[in-house]
């Protein structure tokens, strides 16, 4: 029991953290590093549940491979999507970039 509070802990402390970079930041690669790091806090603790719960049942580590894999997807873009700003206006601040909205 003592090993999933620990893990949950663990994974309370890094959403934290993420968040208030997420929210905290102007910059795109630091709004992206929080979000990053929210979704690992969250993969922490779906595989600290689900192997505290179904201990031998591999399927929740096969989800967080999948959501793994959505995460490195999301960077890919969201760091594509720095790298044209950056070469079009030559800053990735989110307060400059008002024309986005829609």
């Known amino acids: 029991m003592t090993t ?20 905290s930041q ?10 990053e790091l929210m979704l690992g806090a969250t993969m922490v603790n779906l595989v600290a549940f689900w192997r505290f719960l179904h201990p031998d049942v591999y399927a929740g580590q096969m989800f967080v491979l999948v959501v793994m894999t959505v995460m490195a997807v999301e960077a890919a873009v969201g760091f594509g999507l720095g790298t044209a700003r950056f070469r079009a206006k030559g800053s990735v601040e989110m307060e400059e970039a008002a024309e986005l909205k829609g």
Not at 4 to 23: S, T
Not at 26 to 35: D, K, Y
């Open 4 to 23: 999933l509070i620990l893990a949950l802990i663990i994974g309370a402390v890094l959403f934290g953290i993420g968040l208030y970079g997420a929210l």
């Open 26 to 35: 102007t910059n795109l690669v630091m709004i992206m590093m929080g979000v």
